[in-house]
């Protein structure tokens, strides 16, 4: 989630990230809020078939993976998508929308955990309402992101641990569950269709909610430069990635349809918790909540950090006014990125629920990821010296599809998601004027009279 950089006159990164590490980087990434906090909300949607919209999810998620693939491993920069967008385009202000709509899809990600950790999870210790949780949160992260957290991979894999402990006690329950005969198996082909045409739009909505489970992985072509041997580590690795984190997924759910039914999870901020107080293992409520709570926080915490980056670099690149990248020369940390994104994060967190702010960081990544789709096939004609991975052309033709279908109302997501990622972009593209302003009333200024 960083924006373009220069290509010279930089001091090179060290490229301390072998293969396992990004294999263990890349889960880290997209494991967190969505599945602990978003899978009942899915199964409200589609019914007990829970499961059916994350195997979709992972197809449309494989798609656009090959593509971001085929272009980190052409263009190794830690750039993102904002890069792609730059050199298939050349169009700055189209390259500042897309890197502001990465930034605004962190923000919602964030908002969205800040509120799933004031849900059921944390009421498993004590009740405090949601909305106050969520803002008292998102101030203490950026009170740590004033302090210079550790951005370490290594650190991360602890996080990514902890994460992964949570999702694979549900998967043991499922197994037990299995063995025993308990559940409901009958429950995993039912499907909510209401009306003509309501299978398509159950699997649409469903799968444009899911979808936010996925996001992260995007995130990982930010540590080409950081990686050893990019374009030969990075194919394996995301591909794994997805692949490990679907897997999880798929099985998290069908463990989930199967224990509890439709309606309870619908009704849970915390649905995993239900599936641990059903599953019959015994395993201790709290602690599943305290790690639930902590996936969910990690993911929080690392998407505030990348928008609070990314709104120094945009200043740096001075495509927003300067001052939003101001450093503390103390700290040596983006404070006044840290209080402008901590804003708006409490501005979201005050008037949107887990659903909504999760929909909404999926819709704008779904716009991201068709960019990037379109991408691939316009750099085709640019030609690099070294070997890169090529998708089939086809693929993300597909992905670029699919993307923009998940993203349009057919899925039909509430007007609010559409309304919000409006008004964040109008923001973005009311700093894109103010900037443009300020640096032509300077150059007017510096142009000598007459």
């Known amino acids: 989630m960083t924006p373009p950089v220069p290509e010279t006159g930089h001091v090179p990164l060290k490229r301390a990230i072998g293969p396992k590490l990004l ?217 794994l990635g997805v692949a490990i984190t679907s897997t999880v997924y798929i099985l998290v759910a069908i463990t989930s349809s199967l224990l509890v039914p439709t309606h309870v999870l619908e009704g849970s901020s915390g649905p995993l918790l239900e599936v641990v107080k059903a599953g019959g293992l015994n395993f201790p409520p709290q602690l599943f909540a305290a790690i639930a709570i902590f996936a969910v926080a990690n993911s929080a915490l690392i998407n505030m950090m990348m928008a609070s980056r990314l709104v120094y670099g945009l200043a740096n690149e001075r495509v927003v006014p300067s001052g939003l990248g101001w450093v503390d020369p103390r700290r040596r940390t983006p404070v006044v990125g840290i209080l402008f994104t901590t804003a708006l994060a409490i501005a979201l967190i005050s008037t949107g629920e887990i659903r909504g702010l999760g929909d909404t960081t999926a819709f704008l990544l779904l716009c991201v990821f068709t960019v990037v789709n379109v991408a691939v096939l316009v750099l085709r004609k640019d030609q690099v010296e070294h070997k890169h991975y090529r998708a089939p052309t086809a693929l993300p033709v597909i992905g670029a599809v699919l993307a923009l279908v998940l993203a349009s109302p057919l899925t039909g997501r509430p007007a609010e998601v559409y309304i919000r990622a409006g008004v964040l972009l109008l923001i973005g593209l009311a700093l894109w004027v103010i900037n443009w302003l300020a640096l032509r009333y300077q150059a007017r200024r510096a142009t000598p009279a007459g």
């Open 23 to 239: 294999i263990l980087f890349i889960v880290g990434d997209i494991l967190g809020t969505g599945v602990y906090a978003l899978t009942g909300s899915v199964a409200g949607q589609v019914g007990g078939a829970l499961w059916l919209p994350f195997l979709i999810g992972f197809v449309i998620a494989a798609l656009t993976a090959m593509s971001y693939v085929e272009l980190v491993t052409k263009y190794p920069k830690a750039a993102g998508a904002a890069l792609y967008t730059q050199r298939a385009f050349n169009k700055p202000f189209f390259t500042f929308m897309v890197a502001f709509t990465v930034m605004c899809s962190g923000l919602t990600s964030a908002s969205a955990a800040a509120r799933a950790i004031g849900g059921d999870y944390l009421e498993a210790f004590v009740s405090v309402p949601g909305v106050v949780v969520g803002i008292i949160f998102i101030v203490a992260v950026a009170a740590l992101n004033y302090r210079g957290v550790s951005e370490s991979v290594k650190t991360n894999i602890v996080f990514t641990l902890i994460e992964l402990t949570g999702l694979l006690v549900i998967i043991a329950i499922g197994v037990y569950a299995v063995f025993t005969g308990a559940g409901e198996p009958s429950r995993l082909a039912e499907i909510d269709v209401e009306g003509a045409g309501g299978l398509m739009y159950a699997l649409l909505g469903s799968t444009a909610l899911a979808f936010f489970a996925f996001v992260g992985f995007e995130d990982s072509v930010n540590m080409a430069e950081e990686t050893q041997d990019p374009s030969r580590n990075f194919p394996r690795a995301i591909f």
